[in-house]
């Protein structure tokens, strides 16, 4: 049932955030989605991938050995996109 939440909750995260970078510039869309990456999409991606890992393993240290791994690998991966997205220069040629 948890998981169940947590696949919710990512699927609605990620749908919030198509429809919020929709139609926006190239640097409000990394800002978007270095947030999303993050906030929703970290926690419920690696919860349930390390615990149903951990499941098919039978072993509880592999379920929290991958969520040390997938974590802190998400969240950068978010930084990253977030940082690029804040310090990407706007382009100020606006042509028709």
């Known amino acids: 049932m948890a998981i169940v939440l947590a696949l919710t909750i990512l699927i609605v995260g990620l749908i919030l955030a198509f429809k919020l970078s929709q139609g926006k510039s190239t640097k409000k869309k990394y800002i978007v989605w270095g947030t999303t990456t993050i906030l929703i999409m970290t926690p419920p991606f690696s919860w349930p991938v390390s615990i149903l890992f951990g499941i098919s393993q039978g072993d509880g240290f592999a379920a929290i050995g991958l969520m ?18 804040i310090f990407k220069k706007s382009s100020t040629n606006k042509s028709i």
């Open 68 to 85: 040390m791994l997938l974590f802190p690998l998400f969240f950068l991966i978010g930084l990253v996109t977030l940082l690029i997205g």
